[in-house]
């Protein structure tokens, strides 16, 4: 008998291949069951042996340790999607997710691309063109220069204008990558100079563009959902000003001390700019959030987020089948009114690093695993005993996601849980997700995006 959801949908994928590797080829695997659809996963020599490649139907090896070998090589993905017969690719987060050339690629092969067009791609993988269609969209940007700056003289002039500090970012850049901040025009001068210098080298683009810097932050995102018939939904906020260095370790939703108003405003702004760039699929608006809960639009994420289990668990919604859905052509039979937050959802990124040695990665061989479990906890893991954490990608292991009826009780469950899981062999994360969480300013929530260091600090 195959999944009843797989029953009368002609539309549906037969066989799809996973463009990535470690929780989220898992996670996709997962999906994939449960909708009928036959999965082919990829990996590099340095995971050949990654129990949950047992979990697919097939699985094909495309090349070395190193990424930019092997998940990167486009060639090499879409060789694996052609042998593996598969009608469509997921890419998962990282990796090729956000590559629009990649994208195309897919279509010129007439293989689905589970994610959004290219073209919706580039509007908004180009910071700049993205919040130039904010703009344009009604939607609240951060005051800055009307597009890219061309020259020093250029930047200092508009620093007078909007007033000093500002942040210059690169538009080819995102996540905090070539960022710099400028307290005077002296101080402009040299981070005009590393950040184009930067913005060239690291992304061969050397667009800056300017922003008033918004000091103390929260960060703020919003989860959307379209397809391809012109419905975008949104599935409201996730905070994650729980952070270090541009890492996020800790996502919640809903967004603790939010006004309702301006969380109902920033959801609006976030459906008017994917329909204004002609998004669909799933992807984030990101914003942040000032001291006067004045919110800003940041940038768009064009692919799912390692935090999206939090917003599928205070909506009902699982994301990564609505994913797939909408990439087969399928209409979404949401309601908006119907994607009522239900609870407090929070996540812990367990990574494989030492905290108590400022976070160092620390790949090698699980000796031992006990998962967490019972009411309202979910662990997200390809971890096993005795699989090895390579130490040639990201350090994630599992994500643990706890759903409750209130913030306190998500938290007391959230402790319990960590204590209960027990990674032996190699130093996680844990110890630290503790300390955040045993920390009155969290369970105030009077926290901001420098929490974490200043924590840490002091
Ligand atoms: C900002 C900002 C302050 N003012 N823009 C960093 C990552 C990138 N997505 C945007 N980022 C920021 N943009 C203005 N005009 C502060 C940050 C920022 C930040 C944002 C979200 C989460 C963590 C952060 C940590 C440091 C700085």
Known sequence: MPPLESLGRRLMFKRILIANRGEIALRVIRACRELGIETVAIFSEADRDAPYLQLADEAICVGPAKAADSYLRIDRV????????VQAIHPGYGFLSENS????????CDIGFIGPTPEAMEAVGDKN???DLARKAGVPTVPGS???????????????????????????????????????????????????AEAQAAFGNPG????????RPRHVEIQIIGDTHGQ?????????????????LIEESPSPRLPQATREAMAAAAVRLAKAAGYFSAGTVEFIVDQQDTFYFIEVNARIQ?????????????LVKAQIRVAAGEKLDFRQEAIVPRGHAIECRINAEDPAANFRPNPGRIERIFSPGGFGVRWDSHATTGYVVPPHYDSLIGKLIVHQPTRQAAIDTMIRALKELRVAGIATTVPL??????????????????FVERMLAG
């Open 78 to 85: 879409i060789s694996a999607a052609e042998i593996g017969n």
């Open 101 to 108: 050339h990649f994208a195309e690629v897919c279509r010129s």
């Open 129 to 131: 063109s993205a919040r």
């Open 146 to 196: 009307d597009g890219l700056v061309s020259s020093e003289q250029d930047a200092v002039r508009i620093a007078r204008e909007i007033g000093f500090p500002v942040l210059l970012k690169a538009t080819a850049g995102g996540g905090g990558k070539g960022m710099r901040v400028a307290a005077n025009d002296l101080s402009l001068t040299s981070a005009w100079q590393q950040a184009s």
């Open 208 to 215: 800056i563009y300017i922003e008033k810097y918004v000091e």
């Open 232 to 248: 975008v939904f949104h599935l409201w906020e996730r905070d994650c000003s729980t952070q270090r260095r541009h890492q996020k």
């Open 306 to 318: 390692v935090e999206h289990p939090v917003s599928e668990m205070v909506t009902g919604i699982d």
């Open 433 to 450: 997700h503790l300390d955040v969480l045993a920390n009155s300013a969290f369970h105030e929530a009077t926290i901001d995006t420098t």
